[in-house]
């Protein structure tokens, strides 16, 4: 385990507050956007995209009565530095943030940063909120799809995001990538706020942001060759200068992903899963990105062809240093490849911290749920069949979240008057571990 | 369509289940399908996406069709109520018994009053298989009453009563769903619902857990539990996973390029794989047990997957069809098939030189027919 609260490094990331960077930000006290939007504006359409200001006055989120943040926010006047101006006066070491928000972002891991460089990419506190209308004449509601997340991603770490379906990690991701513009919080990459960017300003950036999707057969241009679906991101940032330059890039490309050449001209239904997720990869490393997002890579795929994926991504993350997101449901997959991973439930990152840390303790209910969930190929497999788990509840809805713990109605160590009440929020159970969790209750 | 007989080495007859059935001293199992062969005609010629594939289904077990995507599993769960995809699809060869009678040669008629009523169906995708536009209760409803004279408020009454035992929380208000209100979860529920309606003695589940999270997953493998345990059902499920295979299983069938390469109880085929297919297969699932130092896997590190896709069904290679992808090729492997080899009392058998070859310690490899 590194020393992390002394790790310059780590002290520049406890500055990157989402307020730093608007002068505005301190006139607004109580200015809490999810109230806003819940109470006062709920007869007309929402806000979140439309008339979001791209810097304006209420933008970032200023500091709120929420109660799940409670005393830790707003920072520490020591907080409030922009992220350029590193190492100030250690703010973790302040107690009153010692569960704070910006805790969630210092930098977590058992290894030393490598190169101590800045992570690639921080996500500060980035919400999305759906509006949904059940009827014509309805007020309209609003799904919570992701709340309140925040981490970062080092350069050639891998990141994993774990959770059910409807959890949230794939609207993250999207919003992330502004693929769906985030409601609240913003987006470092590489030092830039990407989040308030414009799409011209943008542009350039996504080059060096790829995403690979699920079902590579809806991915692919059923009308496109392998040869332009791998060149149309080549052609769109202008990388090769004619055809035969774009011929050897795309080949380059394919040969990453283990294709020949030869299935240039194919087309994607000539393709088997596997062939069709490879060219799925081959067309996001063909701009040569930093950053790849991967959702679901494997999901869709045979047992044997996943493991060809799986052993195909980390070998090129190895080769090229690329920084991965990887979200998934199953855990095996999160736990194989991820060096640090995020559990999260209904919109909320629960757990999160070094992989083989959270595989060992799982301190939330619903992660040790989610172990319990991993099929089990060994003779215990059939033995452990007629226990019944805590999954069988439902998951709440993120239309109207609970107030408290979102987990509570399938939590078996839910308190009365505690979890249901009051939101649990990220912390370290073992300071300096950098393993956090939202619970009230966690399994220590 | 007169199914006909395809000669093969075996005489193929669903009445004399004897040496090719897997468990012969077992009483006559419910389903017995017997060198089932289903070919498509297409633009590029005949395709035999299933070559002679024997297996049973005794009362009451689960078995477990295993294989990767285009290895004829789905075919050959759908040849057995003869919803081979039409046009070009046909069953050429074989026999599938049911309950004593063999379904390739009942009449259409006759044979709609045994799908859904004595087999139920449940497919991988409940958002493609429910109707969009009619209510999750009506589609019960309907099921119900296509094999049974029950008035409407009747099958209301049972469709929630369906709801209810598949696990959906608040049955009377679900029932007036629509599919897309559902979750993933409650849509396969549904599903099941459907598929269990008439109390079929025999249930074929095609990967139904596949399009769903792993949480979601599990209680679908609980309801099946409880289906084939309390209910008495007879589970016939077709997946690629072995996990998930492992959960439910009695027996498993292994598929691949069309083919039976190897079958028996699952306890022995999980434990201790004897086609070099199964083998590769098995090794290249992810470690389950994800606390540091359980697994033999390290994190990060490479996993050992199986080289290669699975073959092309228009064009099998020749001799053992997994000989391209195999580690323990032999030159025999390129030019003859291999037999299915019994591996011994109970043990089940697998097609594979290595296991006839006479100065391997298998036990006691007593070749068949």
Redesign the interface.
Known sequence: MSPGKDDPHDAELHDAGPHDADPHDADLPGADPHDEIDHDRSDTDPPPETDRPSHGSDWPPGPDDNPSRGSDWPPGPDDNHPPETGRPPASSGNPSVRTGALERLTVEGDKPAPGRTRPLLVVERISKVFPVRRGFFDRPQFLHAVEDVSFYLRRSE?LGIVG???SGKSTLARAILRLTEPTFGRVLFDDKDITHMSLADLRPLRRRMQIIFQDPSAALNPRMTVRECVAEGLSIFRMAKDDAETDELVEKALSLVGMPAETMGRFPHEL????KQRVGIARALAVKPELLVCDEPVSAL???????I??LL??LQRDLGLSMLFIS?????I???S?RMAVMFLGRVVEMGP??AV??RRYHPYTR???????????E??AR??I??D??A??PSAVDPPKGCAYVARCPRAEKGKCDVDLPTLAEVVPGSHHRVACWHPEV | MTPERHGRDRAAAGTSPGQSTPASESPAPLLAVRELTVRFATEGGVVEAVSGVSFDVPRGSVVGLMG???CGKTVTALSIVRLVPEPGGHIAGGSVTFDGTDLTKLPERALESVRGKRIGFVFQDPLASLNPVYRVGSQIAEAIRLHEKVSRREARRRAIELLRRV?V?QPEERVDAYPHEL??GLRQRAMIAIAIACNPSLLIADEPTSA????????I??LF?DLV?THGMSLLLVA?????L???SDEIVVLYAGVVVERGPA?RV??DPAHPYTQ???R?????????GKSG?K?????????G??PDLGRPPSGCRFHPRCEAVMERCKRETPRLVSLGRGRGDARCFLLEAPSLEAPSTEVLS
């Open positions: 891998t059910e379906s409807g088997s899963g596997g062939q045979d047992v044997s062809i996943q493991a060809q799986l052993n980390l070998k449901h199953d855990l095996r997959v736990a194989h490849t060096h992989s083989p595989c060992d749920a989610l172990f319990d969930a991993i099929p089990k190929l060994g003779p497999s059939r069949l007629p019944v788990t999954l069988a439902e998951t | 990767e995507s285009g696990g929380p979750s993933g769903l999270d792993m949480v979601t997953q599990r209680q493998v609980l539990h345990h690629h996973d072995p996990a998930l492992a959960e439910l306890s999980l434990a590769a297969l098995l290249s699932v992810l470690p389950d047990d994800l606390r540091s896997v994190p990060r590190s490479l996993l050992p997957a199986i080289e896709s699975p």
